[in-house]
Structures are given as C-alpha cells and as structure tokens.
C-alpha cells in the first residue's frame, strides 16, 4: 500500500469514527429530549436541531462507508450521501439560530435573530437546490467544493453574528461558556481550513485536522442546547456526549500515534516478533477500557461542579435529614424545605403551599401522578403564590396522599433546573413526605397515649371514689356506736362526741374530689378522729405522734390514715384491759415516705407479710395503695415490741411531690 492509499484509509476511519460519535450524540439528544416531553414547553427548537445533526452525522457516515467500500468521490451514491449530509446541515443553522434567539429577554435582538432565521433559512434553500440537482442532473451551478465550502461558510458566519449579539446582553455563567465553546469551534474550523489549505503535511497532522475541521460542529451544538432555557436533560446530554467524544478521541489517537506506526517501528527492528508488537497493542488497548470508568468519573464530577456549578446533593440531602430528624411541627418542617433548596440554588424561591381538591385529584389519579409538576399541567383551580412565577412544583405527601406542593421558582438571573437539581427535588420532597409521616404517626401515638391516660385516670378516680365510698359509710358507722354509748353513759360527753363528729364530716364533704392531700392536713383530721374515741375511752387512750417536719408538705393519699387507726383502736385498744397506747409515726426511709400505726394491744401475733385480706379497712387501703401506686407502695402488718400490732406503709416519693 503507498502512502496515498495509507493517508486515505487513515482519513477516512478517522472521518468515519467522528460522524459515529456524532451520530451517537445525535441519538441521546433525541432520546432525552423524548424523555423530557412533559418537561418541556420549548421543545420544537431543541427538536429540530437534534434532527438535523441526526441527518448531517447520518449523511456523513454514509459517505465515509461508500468511500471505504471503493465508491468513488464523484459517484452519484457518494453525491447523494453526501447531499444529506449536507442538508442537514442547512437545516442545522436556523435551528440553532432559534434557540440562541430564546436565550435574549431583549425584543430588539429578537428580532435581529428573526432577520438571521430568514436568511439562514434562504441560504439553505438555495444550497440544498444545488445539491439536488446535482444529483438528479448531475450537474449544478456550483461545484462541489463551492457548495461544500458556501455551506460551513454560511454556518459559521451565522455563528459569529449570533455570538456578537448575545455579548449586547447581560449574560449569566452559563451563557458565557456556551459562547466560549462557539468560538472554540470557529476558531478550530477556521485555523484548521488555513492549515490544510498548505502543501506538505503527512497524514499524522491532515487527518486530525480534518476531523476538527468537520466536526467542530458538535461544540456549538452542545453550546445551543445548553442554552435552550427549558431543555433539562442538559446535563444529562452533556456528559454522555462527552463521554463519547472522550472515547471516540482516545481511540483516534490510539490509531494515529500508537496502532497504526507500531508495526512500522517494530518491522525496523531486525528479529523483533510481530507477536510481541501485537500483544502490546492488545493491552494497551485493554488498559485503555479498564481505566475509561475513571475518566468517565472525571468528566461527570467535572461537568457538575464546573459547569453547572452543583454542589453534592448527596451530602446536602443527609445534611438536611439530620436537619429535621428533631423537627416536631409541619410548619418548621416547611420552613426548613424552602430554606435547604433557597440556600443550595442561587436567585432560587421556593414556597409551601396547600394544593387544591382537583389538583391533588388530578396528581393522584391523572398522568400528574409524579413528583415533579409542570404549572402548565395543574387545574385551572390552582393559583400560584402572589409574586411568585413558578418554574416547577413538587409534591409533598402525608399519608401518601398530595396535600401540599413545594412552589419553586426562578429569577431572571438564574437558570432552569437541570435533570440531576430535578432528581434532588424528589428526593428533599421524599425526605420531607417522610417525616411528616413520622410527625403523623408520633402525633396519633401521642393522642393515643393521652386518651389512655384519661380512660386510666377515669377508671382510678372511679375506683378510689368507690374505694372512698366504702371508708366514710364504716367510719360513720364506728363512730355511732361510740355515741350510741356514750347517750346512755354520759349524755354531755355524747352530745360533744356528735359536734366533733359534725366537724369531721364536714372535713370530708369538703375534700371529697381530692385523692390526695398532704400529710399535715391527714394528720389533722386523724387527730379530730381521735378526739371523739378520745371521749369514749378517757383516760384508757394514750396518743403519740412522731412526724418530721421536712415531711408535712408530702402529698399521699386521703383518709389513708384512718382505716389504720380505727383497726388499732378495734382490734388492739379495746379490748385491752387497762391503759391503752397509740403511736403514729410519720417519716423519710429509703427515699420512700413511711407511715406507722402502732398500738400495745393483745394483738395477735401475726407473721411479717404484705396484708391481702384483713379486713374492711386494711383491705379497702390496700387496694387504693395498688391503685395509685401499682407494685411501688407497700403494706405490712407485723408484730411490735409492745407485743401489740404495727402497721407500716411505704409510699414513694416520685420527685417529693407536694399537695396542691
């Protein structure tokens, strides 16, 4: 093969891995462009100009096979491949011409661009006639290399002029890189013309610089989508591309500077195997793969932090949910969402608002039922915040139900969301569906428990009202048979008894709705208790009470006292022949309040144990001690060393409560 044959096979694999690529890239802008269909309003510009790369690189890689297959350049099936080519071409500029057109809020430049899309317009109309008839005819007022050069001509021209009106504007981060990356392209196309149009050059430098010359073409492509204001795939479309170009280079590069002189340099070597050769250029290329993911990595970090300025979402998202995992109310909740995408994206506003029955009705069941809500798709119902212009809301859920929408819109200076600031929507809104749930499911527990409280707190009241019930009807009855006595004994004794007992009921009824009062105003009606046995049993009734003053304020139960008492006096006192003696003792042990009841009766002699059943009285305090307190309080009945009865009861002191 001579060097011709060498520069012309290495020319046209380099133009055929170029027009791969950007078939390549033509195909994933379609396809996420369809994916964005309900997404985008604007989509007519965006998919007029993903079409027409798809036929010029579709033009190009027909041309490129016909050439490798042995067609010859001036054969009518190269014409007509390349005739597409070139028509997509033609429709490629007033497509892009529309979507700088978009980028300006100035109606004046609008208009200029209106008079650029007429003229781009007429330019391809009449260079696609001459391709046309060139082949149907065979023949056409320009020559192929005037139709070929008038067509990147006419395409560049309108580049640079759209590039000079947009810099009459105030422009924004990303507009200034897609102008940058325009004029990359027409210096690229314009330095690689002139270089090739000299004499000389191998097909090392040639074909790298064809290859700029016809596919620079791709950079202000990228640069219109980037500009398409509604296009949110952009990122998405970005990094794939490059991804392809990255590999589509490598491998050109691979061909150019390693695969393609390697056999040359190696068939200088005397006895150097071909073998060897081979194998170098199998792992090399194997090296080439294993390590592409790598590059991949690089390019998608890069694209995202240099070029659409993202931050990582996904240490914001675990920011944010450690953020609300102690929020307990809905409306900080809300705050806490408008703040987390405020702070995250510049010249951003973002609001909570309550939907409406339709339009939670047309999210549920309609094609709504996503996430992410176009305004343009919500019932007419739906009013926007005043003031506010939203780009896109976000549904917030209770219950798996959409009865709030985040309202997220966009300034002047800013820019619309992209693909991967929209999957961070999702997922904040998921997050804040999440916790409302939890808020919900802790206030049901909450209410559940507080109804549980009250349900307990009725059946206690009821029960120690009954257990109370019980208490007065057995003290009035005790003390009767006193007086009953004392009418036939000592009638003025008798009529004293019955004042003092007036007294005391009179202490009852007024305290009759408090379960609990504290241990001096126990010990006060004990000691009126006391009075009136006092006068049935004279001087045969001796009483002590030890009681700490550190103690008096403690709150336990009413009428605890009594039963115990009343029980000693029965069983102990009475029928003790001679002088009697009660001990009442009131103290701290153990961090429990003790109460002691003890008397030198002829008590029986009874084994230490908790009292179950002994009767009416201790077995009515009992009950109340395990209502109240459950297995905390204790009684128990022992034998003292007066050889009479003591009493005790423990309470405990939950936080030495005092009585109201």
Known sequence: MDESSAYEGTHLLTEFLGFSAGLSVSVILLQLIRGSWRLEERRRPSLLLAAALLVWNCGGVATTMLRMSGYHLHSKEVDLACSIGFGGLLIFSPAMLSIWRLSHRSEQLKRAYNVLIFLAAAAGLFIGSQFGARVLTGEAYLSRFEMRYFSFTSFYVFLLISVVIRLLESRSSMVNFCIGLSLSAFVAALCSDLILSLSGMGAKISSPLHFIREHAILLPALASFLLLARFRMSDVMVIRSLRILAAILLGVLTWLFVVDPLPAWTASIPGFPQSIAAAVTVTFFAGLILNFRALETAIEAGVRRWLFHQPDFS??????????????????????????????????????????????????????????????????????????????????????????????????????????????????????????????????????????????????????????????????????????????????????????????????????????????????????????????????????????????????????????????????????????????????????????????????????????????????????????????????????????????????????????
């Open 315 to 660: 240490a914001e998202l675990s920011r944010f949910a450690r953020a609300i995992a102690s929020t307990t109310e809905e409306p900080v909740l809300f705050r806490q969402v408008e703040q987390c995408v405020t702070q995250i994206f510049d010249h951003t506003t973002a609001q909570v608002v309550p939907t409406t029955a339709a339009a939670a009705k047309a999210i549920e069941n309609d094609v709504l039922r996503l996430d992410l809500i176009e305004p343009a798709s919500l019932p007419p119902d739906f009013v926007a915040p005043a003031g506010l212009k939203p780009e896109v809301y976000v549904a917030l859920r209770a219950n798996g139900r959409v009865d709030h929408l985040l309202a997220i819109a966009v300034d002047l200076q800013g820019r619309s969301f992209l693909h991967n600031e929209l999957a961070f929507f999702r997922s904040l809104a998921a997050l804040a569906s999440s916790r409302r749930d939890a808020l919900a499911a802790e206030s049901a527990r909450l209410e559940t428990q507080r109804r549980e409280m009250n349900l307990r707190q009725q059946a206690t009241a009821a029960e120690l009202q009954a257990l109370r019930a019980q208490v007065n009807p057995h003290f009035l009855f005790n003390a009767l048979n006193t007086i009953a006595d004392l009418v036939i004994v000592d009638p003025r004794k008798a009529e004293h008894a019955i004042e003092m007992l007036a007294e005391t009921f009179r202490y009852v009824l007024m305290n009759h709705h408090r379960h609990m009062v504290s241990v001096s105003e126990e010990l006060d009606f004990i000691r009126q208790y006391l009075a009136i046995e006092q006068v049935r049993f004279g001087a045969r009734l001796t009483v002590r009470m030890h009681v700490d003053p550190t103690v008096r304020l403690r709150s336990i139960p009413a009428l605890i006292l009594q039963p115990l008492v009343e029980n000693a006096i029965k069983h102990g006192l009475a029928p003790k022949v001679g002088p009697g003696l009660l001990t009442i003792e009131v103290g701290e042990s153990n961090g429990c309040l003790r109460l002691s009841v003890e008397d030198n009766g002829d008590g029986p002699l009874l084994p230490r144990k908790p009292v179950k059943s002994t009767g009416t009285g201790l077995r009515n305090t009992s009950e109340r001690l395990h209502t109240l307190y459950q297995e905390d309080a204790r009684l128990t009945m022992e034998t003292a060393q007066s050889r009479g009865c003591r009493v005790t009861i423990l309470i405990p002191q939950r936080g030495h409560q005092e009585a109201a």
